[in-house]
């Protein structure tokens, strides 16, 4: 499966962004589907997920009750919903589809199938 980011962009602290993930078929629906992020000088962190057969997320603590994971079926996409953006959360944004399983699914080795970044600015 390819997997399409898009959705980036710069922001002002406090606002919103949507990213959306495109997958090339319907083949993403029998994976677990994350986004990670990776900010200047830092790894790549886990940031949602979820098994696309029961859609239910997990989520790092620095952005729980901020972003929302969700997914639409027909469109084989998924997406993160960013609210009260904070200027830490200033990163590449990468989704990415794999064989993860509730243990394994904020790591990204776990991950098989990466999308392109998307830049997330957040200004102060």
């Known amino acids: 499966v390819q997997l399409q980011a898009c959705g980036g962009g710069l922001v002002q602290a406090g606002g919103s962004l949507r990213l959306t993930c495109a997958a090339s078929?319907?083949?993403?629906?029998?994976?677990?589907v994350g986004w990670f992020r990776q900010a200047p000088g830092k790894e790549r962190e886990f940031v949602a997920g979820?098994?696309?057969?029961?859609?239910?997320?997990s989520y790092a603590d620095i952005v729980k009750g901020r972003f929302t994971i969700s997914r639409d079926i027909a469109k084989n996409s998924f997406y993160l919903q960013m609210n009260n953006l904070k200027p830490e959360d200033t990163a590449i944004y990468h989704c990415?589809?794999?064989?993860?399983?509730?243990?394994?699914?904020?790591?990204?080795?776990?991950?098989?199938?990466w999308g392109g970044g998307t830049q997330v600015t957040v200004s102060s």
């Open positions: 990415a589809a794999g064989r993860a399983i509730a243990s394994t699914r904020r790591n990204q080795s776990a991950y098989n199938y």
């Open positions: 979820f098994r696309w057969s029961d859609a239910i997320p």
């Open positions: 078929d319907q083949t993403v629906r029998g994976y677990s």
